[in-house]
């Protein structure tokens, strides 16, 4: 019988080893490039903003697409979300693009539970992820990721500083989600205001604790561009889909009477500076920093918050399986003592409800015999009635029959009588009537 | 609270055409693939290779050929005298080794003692037992609640297993251990120190390994069932039809035709490894890390990992959908509840 003997040699520190020729692993990278664009990319955007703050339009320019939907009212009676999935194709890449719109959000009077469901929705997403990933038979190769990647959050062009709705809401997002705040219609802010503007917004949230996503500066081909960017934060953007004629070209713009604000123009807006962070320079890192940062610790929050530990109290690895093992345990107990306590209440209350109906079946009997009795004794008073009213008429018939005999007798002694009877009569004083 | 649409294709003006000077039709989506470039030649790739057969076979001197540096355990380990072990070995080394800015952590798994004992009964267990330890690793650190940013990756990618070059047919020994071992990680089979054979031995040799492991259901790399696409089963066909390749090892460079390029020098001739007319070296190296390492590591993952991780769960029976938890109760409810309907 063979058995094992298992020598890991240098596990973590891998020496180090220079090669003589051309293997040809460089070509993993594009191996790996190959494998994505054939099972195609997805990417979710959540736009927060009030009613009218330009999400739309700005979603339509960033892809250049006319996204359907019509404006929404102002008069929602809460904050709803609303997503849409659309599959844009650029060359050989595939993006199942999805977008999801607060509708309603800073239109109520009291606005203190917006930012409940848009925190809820976030936690949806990662929840769907997690109950996937946690599955037996899972399919996480083929599985449409819907968690959200980026945040676009949509300040108002005010001029002043942050609404606390805004600051509330921020802050209740920064750790779910990577949250990039823009100044929405900025062409409503001139150029100075606009340098105060961000320079208030940036020392509120970092006053107020607000992380929001730091575009990644440790990569070395991408750390300048970065970190210049990240200065230019919060990017004050304007969106249009419209275009205007400038010199021969036909450009995106707004068009106002004093002039034209064009969309692609540095000197205009950052919305340039918006799309090459957005799209062309940070995509990955994204959707990176979501799965490994936010996703993680909504995880880990999720399953401590059910009970599972890594370690128990002597700092002895909890497997998993046994933790599960002890949960189900408990919930079956507990399920089973639930049992018995309905099996229980369903057991006395069809006691209860026979000795009721017994009660009635008693009362019944008795009301049955008492009737009875009554009719009983009726019955037999009228049965005496009746011998006595037959014994009247017996005796009356005997009477009559006495009378009729002796009628009878006295008329045939008539003759003879009544003669006597006329003489007893006219000697009879009493039957004398002269 | 929201609502999904079907995906939806909107009409976009004028685009497809990628043209960096009008901004207007191109979106930069496109440049995800850079990203993805960059992050991946930041992070560096694993690779982590398994090689079994008999000593003797030419093991060690296949992985220093195919890595081009001395990777095998041999090179490593000063071993004083060739002795064989008395019972299989798992021995694993890792590399470090970088090409053009790519960096790659290669493990070779090496297993001296298969094979060479008299009685080689269940010689493949130590070889499954590690294999399913590092399925196991990975699973416990996925299933952590605080796990890392990377999971570490230790399971076996590829296992390149060597059949002696006998001409005939394969040894029970060898059907035994690929049928096996193909259930749970990707086999290439080769048939080494090829050039004991001439080229019709070769391919007669070749043909009845095919038709045996057809006859046994043997599925070595790469598998037909996990084919893609039309273009992926015609490139994989060509590839199933050459396996098992024909390999000579060797790290010694020769002088022919001017130029020092790898073989072996034997008095009637120089082999050369890299010449597609001679073995087919070139057309593992090819296989194994230029074209289709990331299709291995990627059914290592999704498909070998999740059946291990579907039949582990399962079988310590832990339930994690609710699903089943409230059948059960469902079910017993309706058991008992045939004793209610007539009280009595």
Partial sequence: MASTEIARQAGEGARAVPLSGHVGFDSMPDQLVNKSVNHGFCFNILCVGETGMGKSTLMDTLFNTKFEGEPTQHNQPGVTLKSNTYELQESNVRLKLTVVNTVGFGDQINKEDSYKSIVEFIDAQFEAYLQEELKIKRTLHSYHDTRIHACLYFIAPTGHSLKSLDLVTMKKLDSKVNIIPIIAKSDAISKSELAKFKIKITSELVSNGVQIYQFPTDDESVAEINSSMNSHLPFAVVGSTEEVKLGNKMVKARQYPWGTVQVENENHCDFVKLREMLIRVNMEDLREQTHTRHYELYRRCKLEEMGFKDTDPDSKPFSLQETYEAKRNEFMGELQKKEEEMRQMFVQRVKEKEAE??????????????LKKLHQDEKKKLEEKKKSLDDELNMFKQKKTAAE?????????????????????????????? | MSETAKPHHPVPPGKGEKTHDSDFSYVGIDAILEQMRRKAMKQGFELNIMVVGQSGLGKSTLMNTLFKSKVSRKSVQPVPEERIPKTVEIKSISHDIEEKGVRMKLTVIDTPGFGDQINNENCWQPIMKFINDQYETYLQEEINIDRKKRIPDSRVHCCIYFIPP???????????????????VNIVPVIAKADTLTLEERDHFKQTIRGELRANGVDVYPQKEFDEDAEDRVINDKIREMIPFAVVGSDQEYQVNGKRILGRKTKWGTIEVENIAHCEFAYLRDLLIRTHMQNIK???????????????????????????????????????GCEFAAPQ
């Fill in chain 1, 357 to 370: 109906l017994k009660e009635a079946e008693k009362e019944l009997h008795e009301k049955f015999d008492r």
């Fill in chain 2, 298 to 336: 990627d059914i290592t993952g999704s498909i070998h990992y999740e059946t291990y991780r579907v039949r582990r769960l399962n079988e310590s029976n832990t339930h994690f959908t609710s699903h089943q938890t409230t059948f059960t109760i469902r079910k017993q409810q309706t058991e008992r």
């Fill in chain 1, 405 to 434: 005999l002796l009628q009878n007798q006295a008329q045939q002694a008539g003759g003879s009588s009544t003669l006597k009877r006329d003489k007893e009569r006219k000697n009879n004083p009493w039957l004398c009537t002269e």
């Fill in chain 2, 166 to 184: 006998t001409g005939h047919c394969l040894r029970p020994l060898d059907v035994e251990f690929m049928s096996r071992l193909s259930k749970v």
